[in-house]
């Protein structure tokens, strides 16, 4: 497996379940990252990581739980979710979300989420 | 708060035709622009980087011009082919909270090209 892979690739699920995505980077980059891309929407930063530290939270909701065992793994874990929440998830990594002014962002497949 | 607009949303061309997609920002302080290719049901692809300090970026067919002075960039495709049929994201890295990997992302031009 090569670059950024993303599990699942489609989930429903209802208002009361629990579930998780799961990101994986396969590049050796020490910062990843959460984007909620929604119709008709800009694509939205929920957090990132960098060196396995949360150091952005997007004001995301409570039922969104991140998770970063490592560089190379990312989960957002969900929980009471709602209608409105819908939408494809995308995660991204970089070398280091330090080097800023040159730091392109490679991105997974995404997951695409419908909560009923 | 910087905010990002692409025109036109969606746009179709015969396959052959010259084409520009246009991305305006609010907010010069920025560290770079970038464009992004999105594909159906995929994530995105990376097509050209512009650092702050520069006006174009070419890569084959495309070419990314950014005038930051007055918060304007476009990608232009030369000689369109069916595959280049995609949604064209560009997105800016704001000097304030870009050193976190921040990108502000405009909604994209919906192209497609008809054979």
């Known amino acids: 497996e090569t670059g950024v892979t993303q599990t699942p690739r489609h989930l429903v699920m209802g208002m009361t379940n629990k579930k998780s995505l799961k990101c994986e980077q396969h590049?050796?980059?020490?910062?990843m990252y959460w984007y909620k891309q929604s119709a008709k929407k800009p694509l939205e930063l929920m957090f990132v990581?960098?060196?396995?530290?949360?150091?952005e939270n997007n004001s995301v909701p409570s039922r969104f739980s991140p998770e970063c065992p490592n560089s190379s793994h990312l989960f957002l874990h969900l929980h009471t979710l709602q209608p409105e929440d819908s939408a494809l998830y995308l995660c991204?990594?970089?070398?280091?979300?330090?080097?800023?002014?040159?730091?392109?962002?490679?991105f997974g497949p995404g997951t695409r989420l419908l909560v009923l | 708060k910087q905010e990002v607009t692409q025109i036109p949303a969606a746009l179709s061309v015969p396959e052959g035709e010259n084409l520009v997609l246009n991305c305006s920002f609010t907010d010069s302080a920025i560290y770079n622009l970038q464009w992004f290719r999105q594909d159906p049901g995929k994530g995105l692809t990376s097509l050209l980087l512009i650092q702050s300090s520069q006006r174009e970026q070419t890569s084959g067919r495309l070419n990314a011009s950014l005038d930051k002075s007055s918060g304007r960039s476009t990608l232009y495709i030369a000689a369109s082919q069916p595959g280049d049929s995609a949604t064209y994201l560009c997105?800016?890295?704001?000097?304030?909270?870009?050193?976190?990997?921040?990108?502000?992302f405009g909604k994209g031009t919906k192209l497609s090209v008809k054979p």
């Open positions: 991204a990594s970089s070398q280091d979300v330090a080097g800023g002014p040159g730091e392109t962002q490679y």
């Open positions: 997105a800016v890295s704001p000097l304030e909270g870009g050193s976190q990997g921040n990108l502000i």
């Open positions: 990581y960098n060196f396995k530290e949360q150091t």
């Open positions: 590049l050796g980059h020490n910062a």
